[in-house]
């Protein structure tokens, strides 16, 4: 079963910087797009980031561009989410997402989600 594992819940004063990590298991990342999605309390799921397995064409929200990073590394099997400049409004739970075809924004376009992870950005 296509498993896809976030690093743990975690707390982060404003202005700090985290890196976020997916490890796939029984997926090759280099063979699907990676995103990162997020939930806030109270907010519906949104898009993040996302990179293409193609080519390593990367797509990011408004919100985060100029401040996250997604790469992945083809090695571990993993993607990977760094957040600077952080936020409040970037507390959510983040979610690491997966498809087999071309970047997209929509949730119901990623066939395999990890269990996601609670990013808490105090003010």
Do not use: H
Not at 94 to 116: E, I, T
């Amino acid at each position: 079963q296509v498993q896809l594992a976030e690093s743990g819940c975690l707390l982060v004063p404003s202005l700090g910087s985290l890196i976020l990590s997916c490890a796939a298991s029984l997926l090759t990342v280099s063979r699907y797009t990676m995103a990162w999605f997020r939930q806030g309390p109270g907010k519906e799921r949104e898009f993040v980031a996302a990179i293409r397995w193609t080519v390593p064409i990367v797509y990011y929200a408004d919100s985060v561009k100029g401040r996250f990073t997604i790469s992945r590394d083809n090695a571990k099997n993993s993607a990977y989410l760094q957040m600077n400049s952080l936020k409040p409004e970037d507390t959510a739970v983040y979610y690491c997402a997966a498809q087999d075809s071309s970047a997209s924004v929509r949730n119901s376009d990623y066939n395999y989600w990890g269990q996601g992870t609670q990013v808490t950005v105090s003010s």
